[in-house]
């Protein structure tokens, strides 16, 4: 990428956009990959074999590093929303549920997509993922909003506040909300007098029925895009973006259909304990939020399963797939 920015290479921008298409095709449903640290092939088995045959199942830190980094940059150049889609699931579902850097340098290395999970430290002092672990952090500020000198983009929905100057005018946006427990995104506008400029909204390819309202007024956006709003924007102008956060199944792989992971909008849920009950998809897809972070699943009506999203859970045995009747 830094080549293709540097001196417009075509070949490098080519190679990012298949190496990014590479690794998409050999994904978990969390967004990690490479289990054992070793690329896998593509239509293989090999992806649903290491649910049982081993515990390394993506090197988080160093591997979100890498993957915020090659998003960020095809973000950058291309404006497709799939590269935010996919860092953002990357996020939820790896770095932010690593347990925290020890002063001694132990940290979480290895996300475990065994049928047997466990969240366990790394039993080597200082290896490469407490560095990059860090690197990780300071990156949230810089994949959260865009400039390309008409408007901002919006990324990732996180509480925060960013602020620019347009053509001369002091521009401050300011987000707030609970997602992705919470489907309602809101924005405030602040500005120094009146302005035009565009603001895009990354609408998630998982949203179906979402929608953007300015000042009360809503309009369809549709998944899978950025939603464009141009205007004449004034202090105190408000956005309200609604991404309905519906439950969906994702398999393993084309030959196992019947190992699953359950997603909400862009969280994977775990299932907690040492074992699962027989379960269907109808009611994986029934499950109930109870908190934020919390769902229920209830396979006979008396037995509750609980899932759990990825920075909620601890120390307790879970489950990335289950096996669907």
């Not at 269907?280 to 769902?295: F, H, I, N, S, Y």
Request: charge should be neutral.
């Amino acid at each position: 990428m830094q080549a293709y920015l540097t001196v417009g290479s075509e070949k490098h921008l080519r190679a990012a956009k298949n190496g990014f298409d590479m690794l998409v095709a050999q994904s978990f449903a969390t967004g990690g990959w490479g289990p054992d640290e070793t690329l896998r092939a593509s239509g293989s088995a090999d992806l649903y074999n290491s649910l049982s045959n081993t515990h390394s199942g993506f090197e988080t830190p160093c591997g979100s590093y890498a993957h915020f980094k090659l998003t960020r940059y095809l973000l950058r150049v291309t404006r497709d929303p799939r590269y935010g889609d996919s860092m953002e699931r990357m996020m939820y579902n790896t770095i932010l549920g690593a347990k925290p850097l020890g002063s001694d340098g132990r940290t979480f290395y290895y996300s475990d997509y065994n049928f047997k999970g466990l969240k366990v430290y790394s039993p080597h002092g200082w290896p490469c993922c407490s560095g990059t672990m860090p690197q990780v952090a300071a990156d949230y500020r810089i994949n959260t909003y865009f400039h390309d000198g008409r408007g901002v983009y919006v990324n990732l929905y996180i509480p925060s506040t960013v602020r620019w100057m347009q053509d001369g005018v002091q521009i401050a946006l300011t987000q707030k909300s609970e997602y992705p427990y919470d489907s309602h995104v809101q924005f405030e506008v602040k500005t120094s007098k009146t302005a035009p400029f565009a603001v895009n909204l990354r609408i998630p390819v998982w949203a179906d029925g979402a929608s953007v309202a300015v000042n009360g007024k809503r309009d369809e956006a549709s998944a899978g895009s950025f939603a464009r709003v141009q205007r004449q924007w004034k202090d105190g102008d408000r956005i309200d973006v609604d991404l309905p956060l519906k439950t969906r199944l994702e398999a393993i792989d084309a030959q196992h259909a019947d190992t699953v992971a359950l997603l909400v909008g862009p969280l994977v849920l775990f299932s907690i304990g040492d074992s699962q009950p027989a379960v269907t998809r109808a009611q994986l897809l029934a499950a109930k939020k109870v908190a934020p972070g919390l769902w229920h699943v209830s396979p006979d009506g008396n037995i509750v399963m609980k899932m759990l999203a990825w920075p909620l859970l601890e120390d307790q045995p879970y489950t990335t797939y289950l096996r669907v009747t």
